[in-house]
C-alpha cells in the first residue's frame, strides 16, 4: 500500500522549483512565437476562459472545438463499438473513501461499465494494435472528442487503435480512471481473438492525461495499492505531450497561463476535479516522473512542445526513460502548443505535426 501512504500536507507553492530546462540538444526548447494560426486561434479560444466554465458545459464546448476546427472523418473499414464491464467502485485506499466523491455518492450498472471503440484501418488486418486514451485532464474528452483523431492513427499509422472511455472526475476521481484504463487494457488482452489482434504486438498511448494513464499501464509495480494490476506489459507506449507530474513546479507549467489552449489555470482547474486532495500530488500513481524507477518501461515515442505547460516534466521524463535504458524516440516541436490536433483546420502547421504523430506511429510497425 506504500503507493497510497498520505505524503506530508504542504501547499502546491512551498516546494522548490525545479531547474528550468533550457535547451534541447543544443536547440531552444521553444521558438521566438507560437505559429501564428495556432496563437489565433488560441486567442479566439481564450475569450472566455475555459477553466471557468461549468464541467458539463466544458466536455460539450471541447467536442464542438474539434468537430468544427479539428480533423476530417476518414472511413474505415470497420468500426465496432463495444461496452464492458469495470469494478462499479474502488475501495478504501489509505484514509480516502475515494468512491464516495462522485457526483451520485453512488455506483449503479452504467457506473460500471466503460466503452471501447476499435478502428480496422484496412480489409488486411493490420499487424499491431494501439490502445489509445484520450485527453483532457482526466476531466473532459471521450471517445467522441477524439474519434477522428484515432481515424487519423489508424489510417496513416496503419495499425488497428482501441480507444477506451475511461470514466472521468469530478464523478470519479483519482485513481478509479487508472483503474479503468488497466481493467481496458487486461480485457482487451484477454479478449484478443474477439478484437482479431495480434496479442503480441499490443501497445498503449494516448495525449496528455491519456498519455499518463498509459505510463501506469507500462509501471506494473506503481499499481501494488490497486484493486487491479496489468496482467500484461505494453509492447510500445506512445506519448503525445503527457501530463507526467501533478506538481506544477517546472518553468513551462508556470509561465504558461495566457493565449494558449492548455494554461496554468487551466492545469489546476484539472487536478482540482481529478484530485481528492492536492496533497496527492506528490504519489507516483499521480505524478509519474515521480516514481523511483521507470526502467520497466516499454520501448516509447514522446512528443513535448515548445508552448504547452507539460513541456518541462515531458522532457524530463524523456531523460529518465533513456537514462533507464529504455528505447526512446523524442519529437519536439518548437513551435507548437498543446492541444493543436484539434485545430488543423486552422492551422497547416497544426495538421503538418498531426501527420508527424501517425508516421511516427508507423515506425513501430518496423
Known amino acids: 500500500m506504500d503507493s497510497f501512504n498520505k505524503p506530508p500536507a504542504q501547499g502546491i507553492q512551498s516546494h522548490k522549483k525545479r531547474l528550468p530546462i533550457e535547451q534541447l540538444q543544443g536547440k531552444p526548447l521553444q521558438a521566438r512565437q507560437l505559429e501564428a494560426k495556432q496563437l489565433m486561434a488560441a486567442k479566439m479560444l481564450s475569450l472566455a476562459p475555459l477553466y471557468k466554465l461549468p464541467v458539463t458545459l466544458f ?113 470519479h476521481k483519482f485513481p478509479i480512471p487508472i483503474c479503468d484504463a488497466i481493467e481496458a487494457w487486461n480485457y482487451i488482452n484477454g479478449n484478443h481473438q474477439q478484437f482479431n489482434i495480434n496479442p503480441e504486438h499490443i501497445g498503449v498511448g494516448g495525449d496528455s492525461a491519456g498519455g499518463y494513464l498509459a505510463c501506469i499501464i507500462g509501471l506494473h509495480s506503481l499499481q501494488t495499492s490497486l484493486p487491479v494490476k496489468t496482467k500484461v506489459k505494453p509492447a510500445f507506449q506512445f506519448l503525445i505531450y503527457p501530463m507526467a507530474d501533478l506538481q506544477g513546479l517546472t518553468e513551462s507549467y508556470q509561465g504558461f497561463n495566457k493565449q494558449l489552449i492548455l494554461t496554468r489555470d487551466l492545469m489546476d482547474y484539472f487536478r482540482l476535479h481529478y484530485l481528492n486532495s492536492l496533497d496527492e500530488v506528490t504519489l507516483p500513481l499521480v505524478s509519474p516522473l515521480q516514481a523511483k524507477d521507470i526502467s520497466e518501461s516499454p520501448k516509447s515515442y514522446i512528443l513535448t512542445l515548445g508552448f504547452d505547460p507539460l513541456r518541462d516534466d515531458g522532457i524530463a521524463y524523456v531523460q529518465r526513460l533513456k537514462a533507464a535504458g529504455i528505447n526512446t524516440q523524442h519529437q519536439h516541436y518548437d513551435d507548437c502548443m498543446h492541444g493543436f490536433i484539434s485545430i488543423t483546420k486552422l492551422s497547416a502547421r497544426a495538421k503538418q505535426a498531426t501527420h508527424n504523430i501517425a508516421m511516427a506511429l508507423n515506425r513501430f510497425n518496423d
Open 59 to 171: 466536455r460539450y464546448v471541447f467536442l464542438a472545438m474539434d468537430r468544427v476546427l479539428g480533423l476530417t472523418k476518414i472511413e474505415m473499414d470497420k468500426v465496432v463499438n463495444l461496452t464492458v464491464p469495470v469494478s462499479a467502485g474502488t475501495p478504501l485506499m489509505g484514509t480516502i473513501p475515494l468512491n464516495e466523491h462522485s457526483a451520485s455518492g453512488t455506483s449503479n450498472s452504467s457506473d460500471s461499465t466503460i466503452k471501447l471503440r476499435i478502428y480496422h484501418p484496412s480489409a488486411k488486418t493490420p499487424q499491431k494494435t494501439l490502445v489509445y486514451f484520450h485527453g483532457g485532464g482526466c476531466v473532459i474528452g471521450s471517445i467522441n472528442t477524439h474519434d477522428r483523431f484515432c481515424r487519423y492513427l489508424a489510417k496513416h499509422g496503419k495499425m488497428n487503435i482501441i480507444s477506451v472511455g475511461y470514466r472521468l472526475a469530478p464523478e
